[in-house]
């Protein structure tokens, strides 16, 4: 057998084995995390969510906070709102129990009451309720310690609406709101993946932002405004 034909039965038999070793390859990892699919491998996301808020506004007497003014954890003297979520993204298998992704979506913390569907009441009720809402965009991370059992987490860039306009109160103060502002949010949850696509689970949530200056006219100072809101959610991810 002369070198082209020792060559080319080389090729037919490198040709022949390549499905099985790409087979091979492609076999499915173990681990927690996604456990049919392999490493490297990924998955586009859908993600709701919806909880009560509790919000503070430093400098400004919108709303209370965890640990701050008339509100904590567990109680609120001013009363809760519920704020809705929705993410969209893509979460990639970078380890046996691991997933890292992208994310972006829309917060709104307290400006719509859908109890009112049906009746006479204001759905859209952020002329009075003024709640942060706006756009996010970040990063995500999910461990699975079992199959089912993961911690979540997730952080980025949260681009507010303050509703805008100029606010006055009794004491010649001028609370400068204006329309877009930046901040971050960042949440840690738990939860359960029921199937490899579809999961609930329970997150905190926490938004920040700044809203503008505070005008003290007696004095003419500048107080900045710095708006957060911290929400319980329970939440719920599709993966496709």
Known sequence: MNKNKILLSAAIAGLALAPAAFAQDAQPSSGNYQSSQPVGSGNWLIDLSAGRTDGYSKNSNFGSGFSNGSGDLFS????????????????WKVGSDLGLGVEAGYADLGNYKLSNLGNSGSVNQSSSQNALHGWMLGGNGRINLLPQWYISAHAGYFHANNNGGA?????????????????????????WDINQHFGLGLKYDYYYASAGNLHDIP?????????????????????F
Not at 76 to 91: D, H, I, M, P, V
Not at 173 to 189: E, M, V
Not at 222 to 234: E, M
């Open 219 to 239: 004095t003419d100072s500048d107080f900045s405004v710095r708006r957060s809101t911290g929400i319980v959610s329970l939440d719920a991810e599709y993966r």
């Open 167 to 191: 606010y006055n109160d009794t004491l010649s103060q001028t609370l400068f709101h204006g329309g877009d502002s930046g901040g971050y949010y960042a949440g840690i949850g738990t939860g």
């Open 76 to 91: 609120n003297k001013n009363g809760r709102r519920t704020g809705y979520s929705a993410l969209g993204g893509y979460r």
